[in-house]
């Protein structure tokens, strides 16, 4: 008796499937899902009360305007509780927060 098409295409399926997460290798403690990335996060999250002020100098030491930057670093870090890692750019690892807020010229407000 011959397999139907259905029945030959579920079996497509499932071997394209097979060999699609073949590639990925499990977590530790199984599950099937990819492992996470080792190293240190891509932005800092802060203690507003306490780290503030060390993260924002880390992030605008070598900005032009280094006052100005630090003084929209810290607001925006007392509100979103993130500063991005290095000395600029990455505003997207600290997600809507961060890069919604915009300035009344309509360019984002923190750096």
Same mark, same amino acid.
């Given at each position: ?38 190293? !240190? ?11 503030? %002020? ?50 009344? %010229?309509?360019?984002?407000?923190? !750096?």
């Amino acid at each position: 008796m011959a397999p139907s098409k259905l029945a030959v295409a579920v079996a497509m399926v499932a071997t394209l499937l097979l060999l699609s997460n073949s590639n990925i290798k499990a977590a530790p403690g199984g599950g099937g899902y990819p492992a996470p990335p080792v190293g !240190p996060p891509p932005h800092q999250i802060v203690d507003p009360a306490k780290d503030c %002020g060390g993260a924002c100098d880390v992030r605008c030491g070598e900005h032009s305007r280094k006052n100005r930057c630090t003084r929209a670093c810290l607001t925006c870090c007392r509100t979103c509780r993130c500063v991005p890692a290095g000395t600029a750019g990455n505003q997207e690892t600290c997600g809507k927060c961060y890069t919604g807020w915009t300035t009344h %010229g309509n360019r984002t407000k923190c !750096p």
